[in-house]
């Protein structure tokens, strides 16, 4: 049974960083999978963050986060970081982690990856 497990939210002040922790099971990190982060305000619909690409592994941000967030992976550990700094109020959000398989198909959340699996997410909460 694929499980991911988010880890790491909490509350912090704007410029600060925080580092989301996801922990996969039923399945191995490989470079085919892709895996990585969306995140969803309130009231605001599903957007996507960083990722692992399925196609090829490469790694994608959101325009948003360009700079400050960076995503990695640990696969003797079989999880996926998301290091966050100089965080801001709009980033007030739940983070999921979210993994799946390789497609030809247009992939909103992560180039040439389905979206198979979510986990149940970890709230990130930036105020003063």
């Known amino acids: 049974q694929v499980q991911l497990v988010e880890s790491g939210g909490g509350l912090v002040q704007p410029g600060g960083s925080l580092r989301l922790s996801c922990a996969a099971s039923g399945f191995t990190l490989e470079d085919y999978y892709g895996i990585g982060w969306i995140r969803q305000a309130p009231g605001a619909e599903s957007e996507a963050v960083s990722c692992f690409s399925a196609s090829d592994g490469s790694t994608y941000y959101a325009d948003s986060v360009k700079g400050r967030f960076t995503i990695s992976r640990d696969k003797s550990k079989n999880t996926v970081y998301l290091q966050m700094d100089s965080l801001r109020p709009e980033d007030t959000a739940v983070y999921f982690c979210?993994?799946?398989?390789?497609?030809?198909?247009?992939?909103?959340?992560?180039?040439?990856?389905?979206?198979?699996?979510r986990g149940k997410g970890t709230l990130v909460t930036v105020s003063s």
């Open positions: 979210a993994a799946g398989t390789s497609t030809h198909l247009t992939s909103w959340w992560c180039p040439g990856s389905r979206m198979d699996y």
